[in-house]
Every structure is written in C-alpha cells, then in structure tokens.
C-alpha cells in the first residue's frame, strides 16, 4: 500500500520519483516537484499512508520519526549520489548484499536493474542517461555503480536537472 499511496502523489502533483527505498523505520525518497508543492506531496503522502497503516493495525499517533528533510540537490553528480545512498540503505542495514540489492522489492533499484516491473511514476531515464546514451550499457554502468557505497559520481555528467529535492523522513 506504501507504494500506491506514494504514487497517487506523485501523479497527483505533478511530481517526477527518480528513487524510493522502504525500510523498518523510515524511507527514503529522491524527487523533483516543478510546482515548489514539496510540503503538500509530503503532507499528502504522509498523511494517507499513516492513516492507511494506523487502521489496519489498530493503532493512533505518528508513524515515522520527525519531519522529513529535504536538502535540494543541483549537482548531476550528487544526484547519482543521493539515487546509489537510496539504493544502497538495505546493504548499509544489513537486509541484503550489494549482490543481492535487485532483490529487495520496497527499492526502486528492481525496477532500475530490470528484475521487477517498473511502476508508470518512477522516472529511470534520467538517471539512466547520466550513465550512457546507450541503454544497455547505461544499465551495466548503473549496476556497477551502486555495487560499490560512495565515491565520486561517473565521469561526464553534464546534464543539468533543476529543482530536485532528496526527500528524507
């Protein structure tokens, strides 16, 4: 249900998701909102899943811990980041390998690697194309990148994206 209460959102405000993971106790997700809408995506969001969850199971009060945060990203290289630090969150947490990081289903990186569907308000290409032109060899590049936690971004990443806000509860 998280993730058809986060897509309602997006597609509701006009946002773009380049990344999302979904942990125990927080999330992580990597938007661009082109309205400046940030605070009423999030109020939306939020809100609807953690009513959602509180009725199911039968409980009052907040769900996640704090306001989110939301440092604007303007550099393409920290773009790519920020997506491999969402990706990378179960490794870090111990939930998965980096070998096994297309398994872990609440990740955007399963849709990005091609081991699960994508979902029509995930937005790859972007990403994607600061790897490589070439589809198939901006996936292998995407891969290795994130088998590996931090370092500096792929040479040669000069598109420019602005307004994309990291949104981290």
């Known amino acids: 249900m998280f993730l058809r209460v986060l897509g309602r959102a997006i597609h509701q405000y006009g946002t773009r998701l380049f990344a999302y993971c ?7 997700l990597f938007l661009q909102t082109p309205e400046a809408n940030l605070d009423l995506v999030m109020r939306d969001f ?16 907040p769900l996640f811990q ?22 990378r969150n179960p490794v870090e947490a111990g939930l998965v390998t980096a070998a096994a990081l297309q398994e872990y289903r609440w990740s955007s990186y399963p849709s990005y690697a091609g081991h699960l569907p994508r979902w029509p308000w995930l937005d790859t290409n972007w990403i994607l194309g600061q790897f490589h ?10 891969v290795a990148f994130h088998q590996v936690p931090g370092g500096p971004g792929p040479p040669g990443t000069v598109a420019h994206m602005p307004s994309v806000a990291s949104c981290v509860p």
Do not use: C, E, M
């Not at 070439?134 to 995407?142: M, S, Y």
């Open 46 to 61: 939020q809100g609807q899943y953690v009513q959602y969850f509180n009725l199911i199971h039968d409980r009052v009060g």
């Open 66 to 87: 704090g306001r989110y945060q939301s440092p604007l990203v303007q550099v393409d290289a920290y773009a790519l980041q920020v997506t491999r630090y969402i990706h």
């Open 22 to 28: 979904l942990l125990d106790n927080h999330y992580h």
């Open 133 to 142: 032109k070439d589809a198939p060899q901006a996936l292998r590049l995407f």
